[in-house]
């Protein structure tokens, strides 16, 4: 495991392509020993990491520039959602930024609330190094075609819906409709195959990430949400109850 991510982050590049910086991630983690830990864990796979300790500093700092992907805990200091605040305004600094929750908070209210306010991955605190840093590295991955000079458009129209899969942007008759990196894929896999049903299982394998059942619907009401914002008369996502869900949009 470690072999393929330090591969990944620090991989030579070919002629003619642009060296690729280190990844900077940050950590917003009120329990200093545990975000040290984390720190280098990650430092040790070549990602250079910044640590803010509560959601003030975090907020300051992601204000004159942005991380490449960002680790929150919920419980911050004496703000006992503070996490989730901070996840709110990263979310509307850039819809597209990778976000991941790692907390000993294990209700499922908690994690419904973490992924409708945007979070792409919500972890608890006893998941192992390497399955965390499969997680991250999945979600650097995903984002990697926004950092990439772009060569041919790929394009997918169904309908009112426009995919970019170079910028991994979404439009809605025209109009932009802003998902999350796990949200994008997840369009894309039941767009890719109109009137073709998606399991939960095929969602999860197009977005990379492992979700139950509880977590995959939020996340679907949450992608309906954001495009009825756009048309209340929204429609193009049918559930196929007990199996899964198609895109009924031409």
């Not at 901070?86 to 990263?90: A, E, I, V």
């Given at each position: ?9 620090r ?16 950590i ?18 070549g ?23 960002a680790?929150?805990?919920?419980g ?9 605040e ?5 979310r ?16 499922e ?102 979700l ?10 949450r992608?309906r ?24 949009g031409?």
């Open positions: 495991m470690r072999a393929v991510i330090w591969k990944y982050v991989h030579q590049p070919q002629p003619g392509q642009a060296r690729l910086m280190p990844h900077t991630i940050a917003v983690e009120d329990e200093a020993s545990i975000a040290a830990n984390y720190r280098d864990t990650l430092q040790r796979q990602f250079r990491v910044t640590v803010f300790s509560d959601r003030a500093s975090a907020s300051s700092a992601f204000s004159r520039q942005l991380p490449d992907l680790i929150i805990d919920v911050l200091g004496d703000e006992i959602e503070g996490g989730f901070l996840c709110r305004d990263l509307s600094r850039c819809p597209e930024l990778p976000i991941v929750f790692l907390t000993a908070r294990d209700s209210l908690d994690i419904i609330c973490g992924l409708r306010l945007g979070a792409d991955d919500y972890l608890t605190k006893d998941i192992s190094q390497a399955h965390m840093l499969a997680r991250i590295v999945a979600l650097l991955r995903r984002v990697q075609a926004l950092r990439s000079p772009v060569r041919e458009e790929h394009m997918i129209q169904r309908g009112d819906l426009t995919l970019n899969l170079e910028r991994m942007t979404c439009q809605w008759q025209a109009q932009p409709v802003e998902l999350t990196v796990t949200e994008f894929w997840m369009v894309h896999a039941l767009a890719r195959h109109p009137g073709h049903v998606k399991n939960r299982q095929q969602l999860m394998e197009s977005a990379n990430v492992v139950d059942d509880n977590t995959i619907t939020s996340h679907i009401k992608i949400r954001k495009f009825e914002a756009v048309d209340d008369g929204f429609a193009a996502i049918d559930t196929a109850y007990g199996v899964g869900y198609r895109w009924s031409a």
